[in-house]
């Protein structure tokens, strides 16, 4: 009698164990990736499309997880990220450096 009552306590333990485990398992597949993560999911899959391996998958990750290869993509620029590249490139061209790239990159960014 013991026997067969602690037999089924345990297969009750067991069976509210494993619908916790899977109601978190649920919880964990409805969370939202961050940008990054739809990044680095997105990468994969290309590289993985294209058969990538070795360095050249890891090159290929890189340069992808950068955003360099958003032109690639499809993916266009925001006007302010436009903005912002154009203006930090002739920072980088008037070779300003400290407060004197602050206040350049403020005043170019401002402007219409």
């Known amino acids: 009698m013991k026997t067969t009552l602690m037999v ?14 899977a109601t978190t398992t649920a919880a964990a597949a409805e969370k939202t ?39 690639a993509d499809g993916k266009t620029l925001t006007p302010q990220q436009q903005k912002m590249k154009d203006c930090n490139a002739q920072a980088a061209q008037k070779a300003l450096k400290g407060d004197e790239r602050k206040t350049f990159m403020s005043t170019c960014l401002k402007k219409s």
């Open 8 to 21: 089924t306590l345990l297969c009750g333990l067991f069976a509210a164990t494993a619908a916790s485990a």
């Open 33 to 71: 990736l961050t940008p990054q993560q739809q990044r680095m999911s997105s990468c994969n899959q290309q590289a993985t499309a294209k058969t990538l391996k070795g360095d050249e998958r890891k090159t290929y990750m890189s340069t992808c997880l950068k955003g360099a290869g958003a032109g």
